[in-house]
Nanobody
Framework: VQLQAFGGGLVQAGGSLRLSCGFSGRTFSAYDMAWLRQVPGKEREFVAR????????WYTGSVRGRFTMSRNGAKDTVWLQMNSLKPEDTAVYYC?????????????????WGQGTQVTVSS
């Protein structure tokens, strides 16, 4: 089972991008899902989290109101719609998934990781 993330690119400030993340091999109806990002020299940080029960979506403060995480009915794909992008959103974005009961807010809890996709926002 693997995760694959797509959709990064170069965009001007104020623009939008939509990242996609899907499973190869099986659906993930019981997976907690998350998007994270990382810039060189800094720790990977959570951007959004979507527990499989779907009732506790969470966003980091700097993206709240601009980014939206969603998943399809088949639960085999998640998206991160990013609007009003800012240069400080520039990073490599990763999707991650877990089935365990470990805390949602720890990167070490996640069992599966996508390969990362670069998002660059120019000023």
């Amino acid at each position: 089972v693997q995760l694959q993330a797509f959709g990064g690119g170069l965009v001007q400030a104020g623009g939008s991008l939509r990242l996609s993340c899907g499973f190869s091999g099986r659906t993930f109806s019981a997976y907690d899902m998350a998007w994270l990002r990382q810039v060189p020299g800094k720790e990977r940080e959570f951007v959004a989290r979507f527990p499989w029960r779907g009732d506790r979506l969470w966003y980091t403060g700097s993206v709240r109101g601009r980014f939206t995480m969603s998943r399809n009915g088949a639960k085999d794909t998640v998206w991160l719609q990013m609007n009003s992008l800012k240069p400080e959103d520039t990073a490599v974005y990763y999707c991650a998934a877990k089935t365990n009961s470990a805390p949602l807010d720890r990167t070490s809890s996640y069992e599966l990781w996508g390969q990362g996709t670069q998002v660059t926002v120019s000023s």
